[in-house]
């Protein structure tokens, strides 16, 4: 079984990677994430790119499926769903932190 890292800004969820270097393979979360990223930045100041940078952090997480391509599809869509836009607003109000 292998792990995947999902790459967060603060509390919000962009990228999920599967392994390292030239073979990782990426999964993009859709647009929103990132946008809502970029409205926390702004809310909370980190408005230069080392402030930016700083707050990028990866957590592990164990996929349930051995085949890598179906256990990637389903951890998306499950922090798809854990995410609705109701939900990433408030972390960007909160400058991408679950409590303020």
Request: cysteine-free; proline content about 4%; glycine content about 6%.
């Amino acid at each position: 079984m292998s792990d995947a890292s999902i790459i967060y800004w603060r509390d919000i969820p962009t990228q999920i990677v599967v392994g390292r270097g030239r073979k990782a393979i990426k999964h993009q979360l859709s647009d929103r994430f990132m946008v809502a990223v970029d409205k926390a930045a702004m809310t909370a100041g980190k408005t230069d790119t080392e402030a930016y940078l700083a707050d990028w952090r990866k957590s592990p997480h164990p996929l349930e499926n051995e085949d890598i391509g179906t256990a990637l599809t389903q951890l998306a869509k499950e922090l798809e769903a854990s995410y609705p836009t109701s939900r990433l607003a408030k972390l960007a109000r909160n400058g991408g932190s679950e409590t303020q």
